[in-house]
């Protein structure tokens, strides 16, 4: 989901989405958030889509159908993990060449169901239409009664972050130099998890802010700060680094590569539960920095300033 | 919108979708409608999508940016005004190719948001992607407290359809030959207007069952045939040809030329309000046929049978 009534990061890509929202105006009335918070009739919904095509966000020597499935509509449904929302339901639309409408779209409408019904939710419907590629866009609906919203971040909170990253650009990256990824970064490119009951558990042990790590940690954490106007510092060394990415440069993959769908989170100062949460979930989740008066993001490795470079662009 | 759990008329695409619905089973909850009919915490909501992809739904040496962007929501609102929904808001994704980043992709989606405003709906947010082809999916969600279903006709009942037809099939048909279109038929193409009001009065004043005709009047009526386990009588000389259609094709044009988004009605036999709904709307509704026990879509012309040939398929 992209849209936003408050601030985004820097970026050449959000500059462009400033220009549409700015034409837009008036009739744009999302509040900025992964996902869109509405309130239809007292039920309180989140909405988000997410759209993927082949060559550009995959490629079909990558994936399995199923795989690009499953992908696309974990992706949307992150943005529902991201306001702590209850997935309902999706629509998918598909587009699909001459010669993929048999077996290979079956095997990836099962892969999009597989991946809602693996939250709970169901398919409601969609559209399907003949494509030049390979084009997925998934629509997710979800009960939001008590959403956390990226603006909520307050000065002297903790930074925290599921998960261990790096692994799906350590797999990208492979791919793209004609290698083959280990399989368990392979895996975390192509069959990423929601996180829908861990964020839950944060929102229920008072996360006051959260984001998915769709562009990157620190393009992420540059839309949280944006969002609740206060800095944020990340300590590159606490990071924990997926064991699939190459030594030599785990920091900066884990920093900077996108497609984590993990969950950046700020929680109250006192907040002593991680262990808690790495029992019941079998995940890590980890302090990697704090919340300060200020703005952007400052990255530190050792106390020293470094500067990671750019996040993922979608666009 | 395409969904079903209910049956879909004869047809290649729709043999397809069976398959895939199939596969999907129990996890796929649609009830065959334009519109997926939800509730959630005692809201009734409809939601729908559609995709169009350069190339395959629209060229852009047929239509403007406002106009792709404009075209593209009005499908989608379009399956709302089939299941007499209120339009609430829309999600967009969005893919452009390099260098229409810019100015082609705010007025895209000044399209978009203007189709959605003139029916009283707002944009929520959505997804903004690089594409090889220009491509849009528009969600749409509205709000259906007593939607008019696929299923309801009877024997008995009158067959009704709104507006004139046959004029996006005629442009299109101009400029796969080269020729520019008569203006009022471009019109008809590049500018559609969902009949969200029309829909509304239709419901109130007793419509047993509704589908907008986006795959042709005779593919459509037979979804609404199949749905409602009855057949339908269309009297092609009852229906009413756009001006712009050539008169050696009208009646053929107008019977199988898709992407009208005029709507497929049945009304108790005892209606009799067409006037008082052509002087509200300034748009003709006509009956065109009626609703018998059997199955499946007779085509009549001054009483003997015709074959009007395939209808529009999306895929």
Redesign the interface.
């Known amino acids: 989901?992209?849209?936003?009534g408050t601030p985004l990061g820097p970026g050449g890509?959000f500059d462009?989405?400033r220009?549409?929202f700015r034409?837009?105006g008036p009739?744009?009335?999302?509040a900025g958030d992964d996902?869109?918070l509405?309130t239809?009739?007292?039920?309180?919904?989140a909405?988000?889509?997410?759209?993927?095509?082949e060559?550009?966000?995959f490629r079909l020597d990558w994936l399995t159908a199923e795989e690009v499935g499953w992908r696309a509509c974990a992706a949307a449904l992150s943005d529902l993990a991201a306001v702590a929302a209850e997935p309902?339901?999706v629509?998918a639309?598909?587009?699909v060449p001459e010669g993929r409408?048999?077996e290979f779209?079956?095997r990836l409408?099962?892969g999009i169901?597989r991946a809602?019904?693996a939250t709970g939710a169901?398919?409601?419907?969609?559209?399907?239409?003949?494509?030049?590629?390979v084009?997925v866009?998934v629509?997710v609906?979800g009960?939001a009664d008590q959403p956390v919203r990226r603006s909520g971040a307050q000065p002297g909170d903790g930074l925290w972050v599921t998960g261990l990253l790096g692994g799906p650009r350590t797999a990208v990256s492979a791919w793209e130099a004609g290698r083959t990824p280990p399989p368990d970064a392979r895996d975390r490119f192509a069959h990423p998890v929601p996180r829908i009951a861990e964020a839950a558990w944060l929102r229920d042990h008072g996360a006051t802010a959260m984001i998915d790590l769709s562009d990157g940690l620190v393009g992420d954490a540059g839309h949280l700060a944006a969002a609740s106007g206060v800095g944020l510092v990340v300590e590159a060394e606490r990071v924990l680094v997926h064991p699939a990415v190459g030594a030599d440069e785990a920091v900066v993959v884990a920093l900077v590569g996108g497609e984590e769908y993990e969950l950046l989170v700020t929680l109250p100062e006192g907040f002593g539960e991680a262990e808690g949460f790495g029992r019941r979930f079998n995940l890590p989740l980890t302090r990697i920095g704090g919340v300060a008066v200020g703005e952007g993001v400052r990255v530190l490795r050792d106390g020293r300033p470094m500067q990671p470079g750019r996040g993922f662009s979608?666009?």
């Open positions: 989901m992209t849209g936003s890509e462009r989405l220009a549409v034409r837009l009739r744009l009335r999302g996902a869109a509405i239809v009739d007292g039920a309180h919904l909405l988000s889509c997410d759209l993927a095509i060559g550009r966000h309902l339901g629509l639309a598909v587009g409408d048999g779209l079956e409408m099962d169901a809602a019904d169901v398919v409601w419907g969609g559209d399907l239409v003949r494509a030049p590629h084009t866009d629509t609906v009960r979608h666009f």
